[in-house]
C-alpha cells in the first residue's frame, strides 16, 4: 500500500530552526508537495520539489531525496505565526496525491 | 485570498437533515476537489470534476451526493448522515487534472452531525 509517515507533533522555541520530516512509500513518484494549515483554516500551498536537493524560500526550505524516500521542511527564525499543521503530499505514478496526516508544529515564545 | 470560497463555514445538521456545501474558485482552473478531513487523519480524496465531468469517486456513500454544474462551482449535496461524518469538509481547484498542478484550497465548512 501508499504510506506517507510524518511525526504527528512538534515543539519549538521561537527564533530557533525545526526541521519536519516526511518519509513516503508510493507506487511510484512524480513530485512532492507542503502545504501549511492554520488552524479552522484553509490548507496553503509552500513548496513542491521533484528533484533531489534542497530548496530555499526566505525562512522556509523544503528538501527532497528520492533515493532515500524521504524530505525535510526547514523553517529558521521562527515566528509564532508560523503554528499551524504543516502536510506533506506525494504525486504517486497515475497523478493522484498521496497525502500524510500532518505534523502540528507549536511555537513557545 | 485564496481564490477559492466554501459555504457555509459551519454546520450543524440532524441526522435526518438535508443540506448542501457550496464551493466556488474565482482561478480558472478546469479540476475541482472535494476532501473529508479528520483529525489526525490524511486528507480523504472524494470527488474530482475535471471539465465538469466527475473523474474520481473513492467509494463514497451514497448519502454524499456531488454536482459540478459549471467549471466555477461544485456543490455536495449531504443528506441522512452520521455522526461520524462529522468532520471539516475542504473545496480545492487545479489547472488541470491528472497533473502535479498545485491544488488550491478554500477554508472549509466545518460539519457536526447530531
Known amino acids: 500500500g501508499q504510506n506517507i509517515d510524518q511525526p504527528t507533533e512538534m515543539t519549538a522555541t521561537e527564533g530557533a530552526i525545526v526541521q519536519i520530516n516526511c518519509t513516503y512509500q508510493?507506487?511510484?513518484?512524480?513530485?512532492l508537495f507542503w502545504y501549511q494549515q492554520h488552524a479552522g483554516e484553509a490548507p496553503t500551498f509552500l513548496s513542491y520539489?521533484?528533484l533531489d536537493g534542497l530548496e530555499e524560500k526566505g525562512r522556509f526550505s523544503s528538501f527532497l531525496s528520492r533515493s532515500k524516500g524521504y524530505s525535510y521542511l526547514l523553517l529558521k527564525e521562527l515566528q509564532m505565526k508560523d503554528s499551524a499543521s504543516y502536510l506533506c503530499?506525494?504525486?504517486?505514478?497515475?497523478?493522484?496525491?498521496?497525502w500524510g496526516a500532518g505534523t502540528k508544529l507549536i511555537i513557545k515564545p | 485570498e485564496t481564490g477559492v470560497t466554501q459555504t457555509p463555514r459551519h454546520l450543524v445538521m440532524g441526522m435526518t437533515n438535508k443540506k448542501s456545501l457550496k464551493c466556488e474558485q474565482h482561478?480558472?482552473?478546469?479540476?475541482m476537489y472535494w476532501y473529508k478531513q479528520s483529525a489526525k487523519k490524511p486528507l480523504e480524496l472524494m470527488f474530482v470534476?475535471?471539465?465538469?465531468?466527475?473523474?474520481e469517486n473513492n467509494s463514497v456513500p451514497s448519502r454524499f451526493s456531488p454536482e459540478c454544474p459549471n467549471s466555477s462551482h461544485l456543490f455536495l449535496h449531504l443528506h441522512t448522515l452520521q455522526p461520524e461524518d462529522s468532520a471539516l469538509y475542504l473545496c480545492?481547484?487545479?489547472?488541470?487534472?491528472?497533473?502535479?498542478?498545485?491544488?488550491?484550497f478554500g477554508p472549509g465548512t466545518r460539519l457536526t452531525v447530531l
Open positions: 470534476y475535471s471539465l465538469e465531468e466527475r473523474v
Open positions: 520539489n521533484v
Open positions: 482561478l480558472g482552473h478546469n479540476a
Open positions: 480545492a481547484s487545479s489547472q488541470s487534472w491528472g497533473a502535479t498542478d498545485t491544488q488550491y
Open positions: 508510493t507506487s511510484g513518484f512524480n513530485g
Open positions: 503530499a506525494v504525486v504517486d505514478s497515475n497523478y493522484q496525491l498521496i
